[in-house]
């Protein structure tokens, strides 16, 4: 309910009004059943205009901080983030990783949209970087479709960073789902599931238009904040 009220009449109308959102190919998004809608992650906003432009309530793995902070902000984060029916998931690997796959993985056997960025967190500096495998293995498990979608200009309104969004339009483009069938009983092949990443990030970086570089983004966030942003743009290999 507190997803639909604040879609339609709190958060989703000042969206339209401020930043003018455009979609291309919302015809590639199935009006029923399963499907990950993969997308590229350039900013705070992006779950915020995928859910507002989408017909159907799309559902995020939300990392688990979201839900545990504390004083009035922690506790307001958390409301808003359960109310919206977003689901908080352990990121700090092993067991945990082997749960937040269960649980997307039943997000998807239920029928339902799963919101996944597969860099695994925000581009430090707008570029592209190398997928992880998890969503893959979603996919296979509950044997359904990927909907690639690359968000635009996200990234120049709001990079990781700044709290106060600038004005200016954005816009999401959806790619033709990717059927992955012909790996059903393969999930636990970790060759399968780099090629269905790296498949999928590859129409990605099609739609998008970014550069992309094969580092994981927290390897980059890492060199950035050792080296400065100019030196890790040099050895990234991209133009400063």
């Keep these: 309910m507190l997803y639909w009220f604040l879609k339609h009449f709190v958060i989703g109308p000042w969206l339209k009004v401020l930043f003018r959102p455009w979609l ?8 029923e059943g399963p499907a990950v809608v993969a997308s590229n992650h350039l900013s705070f906003s992006d779950s915020f205009f995928l859910a507002l432009m989408l017909n159907r309530p799309i559902t995020f793995l939300a990392k688990s901080e979201y839900f545990t902070g504390r004083g009035i902000k922690g506790k307001l984060t958390a409301w808003f983030f359960r109310g919206v029916g977003q689901v908080p998931i352990d990121r700090s690997g092993g067991r945990a990783a082997e749960a937040a796959i269960n649980t997307g993985a039943r997000i998807l056997n239920e029928g339902n949209l799963l919101g996944i960025y597969p860099e695994g967190t925000r581009s430090p500096n707008g570029t592209m970087y190398r997928g992880r495998t998890g969503f893959a293995r979603m996919a296979l498990e509950s044997m359904s479709p990927v909907i690639p979608v690359a968000m635009i200009n996200t990234f120049e ?12 339009r954005v816009g999401m483009r959806f790619g033709p789902a990717l059927d992955f ?20 990030m590859y129409e990605l970086m099609t739609l998008s238009g970014q550069e992309y570089v094969d580092m994981y983004a927290t390897r980059a ?20």
């Design 24 to 31: 291309e190919g919302s015809e590639n998004v199935p009006n």
């Design 221 to 240: 966030k890492e060199l950035i904040a050792a080296g400065g942003a100019a030196d890790a743009q040099a050895m990234l290999g991209l133009p400063e």
């Design 181 to 200: 069938s012909r790996y059903e009983g393969l999930e636990d092949d970790r060759f399968i599931l780099r090629s269905v990443t790296d498949e999928v």
């Design 157 to 168: 309104i709001q990079p990781p960073g700044r709290l106060r969004p600038s004005l200016r």
